[in-house]
């Protein structure tokens, strides 16, 4: 009989995932609990970072390295190789990483505790060759309190799924609203976008006004600060700031800034290498009624004390 067919399809398949609520969900992300595997994380997304480095064509203020939220982890997007194109996607569900190719040929490593720095770097490179792709970059990490080379590295080797996950779930609720915010500007902004350097997911406005750029300024200085900007992100805390929280900086720092009102109450202007940052800490902002609309909050106070100082056309920008 059909109800006695439809109850046993509905038996056979599986239960659907979605959690039932919709309520903004921000998961415990203590960083002293976390820190061995953030640490090794951190080394395995510089690899694959790196990866995109030398295969994509140059773009604008170091947009073309970054890395992208998707629904299950993070993702290269497409990069081009000769007639093709591949994409690296870490799996923060599954715990893979995948390789897949426009010619529908696919590689996987499994993301593992255990799985050292110097295993994971082997596995990739190896699963690239496999692939026909062929790709040398700098093999050791860049500004980081690791200063192994990744082919040496046996020493970090910490994976515990759950925490990756919490982070990544953090990452996609973040990833929503910054998109959201973004939304709100006409002028030049750049996709929200995951930088491996100090693993921290950002957005950035600019105003248009192009800046001199210092005499001493290194080849990464000059790109991304060739402009005016205000800049926006989320970094899951590290050895100066040793908890996650929610930041944006104005640069040129204009005077007086620290002294603008920020939402909500518990973010806070601190310095940051000699210049004013907003701050707003994660515990915090998951002790909010509505974190959404308090991140959004924070955002736009951010944005308003930087606009309204440097002197931005505000209103021609604002997106009614």
């Known amino acids: 009989m059909p109800g006695i067919k439809q109850k046993q399809?509905?038996?056979?398949?599986?239960?659907?995932?979605?959690?039932?609520?919709?309520?903004?969900e921000l998961p415990p992300l203590p960083l002293a609990e976390w820190e061995a595997t953030k640490d090794t994380l951190h080394l395995y997304l510089q690899i694959v970072g790196k990866i995109r480095l030398t295969l994509m064509?140059?773009?604008?203020?170091?947009w073309?390295?970054?890395?992208?939220?998707?629904?299950?982890?993070?993702?290269?997007?497409?990069?081009?190789?000769?007639?093709?194109?591949f994409e690296i996607d870490f799996d923060f569900i599954d715990h893979q990483l995948r390789i897949n190719t426009s010619t529908g040929a696919q590689e996987e490593i499994k993301l593992q505790d255990g799985l050292s720095v110097s295993e994971f770097?082997?596995?990739?490179?190896?699963?690239?060759?496999?692939?026909?792709?062929?790709?040398?970059?700098l093999a050791k990490p860049y500004d980081n309190k690791s200063d192994i080379p990744f082919a040496e590295d046996h020493t970090h080797a910490t994976y515990h799924a759950d925490q990756v996950n919490a982070y990544w779930r953090v990452l996609t609720v973040t990833d929503e609203v910054m998109k959201e915010f973004s939304g709100h500007f006409y002028g030049k902004t750049c996709p929200v976008q995951f930088y491996w350097h100090h693993i921290d997911l950002t957005v950035t406005r600019f105003s248009g006004k192009k800046l001199p750029?210092?005499?001493?300024?290194?080849?990464?200085?000059?790109n991304a600060y060739s402009h005016e900007v205000i800049s926006f992100g989320f970094w899951p805390g590290d050895d100066k700031v040793q908890f996650p929280a929610f930041y944006?900086?104005?640069y040129p720092s204009p005077e007086g800034i620290d002294k603008e009102p920020l939402k909500p109450k518990t973010a806070s202007w601190v310095d940051s290498n000699g210049s004013p940052m907003a701050?707003?800490?994660?515990?915090?902002?998951?002790?909010?009624?509505?974190?959404?609309?308090?991140?959004?909050?924070?955002?736009?106070?951010?944005?308003q004390a930087g606009a309204k100082l440097a002197d931005w056309p505000i209103e021609d920008l604002k997106v009614r």
């Open 121 to 137: 770097y082997t596995a990739v490179m190896k699963s690239l060759d496999v692939l026909g792709i062929k790709v040398e970059i």
């Open 279 to 303: 701050l707003l800490p994660y515990e915090d902002l998951r002790k909010e009624e509505n974190p959404r609309q308090a991140l959004l909050h924070f955002l736009e106070s951010a944005y």
């Open 248 to 250: 944006s900086y104005t």
């Open 9 to 24: 399809l509905n038996e056979a398949m599986p239960q659907n995932p979605i959690p039932d609520t919709s309520e903004f």
């Open 57 to 62: 064509p140059p773009l604008n203020h170091w």
């Open 213 to 222: 750029v210092r005499e001493d300024a290194s080849l990464v200085e000059r």
């Open 64 to 85: 073309h390295v970054t890395l992208y939220v998707n629904a299950r982890g993070l993702t290269t997007g497409p990069i081009p190789y000769k007639f093709y194109t």
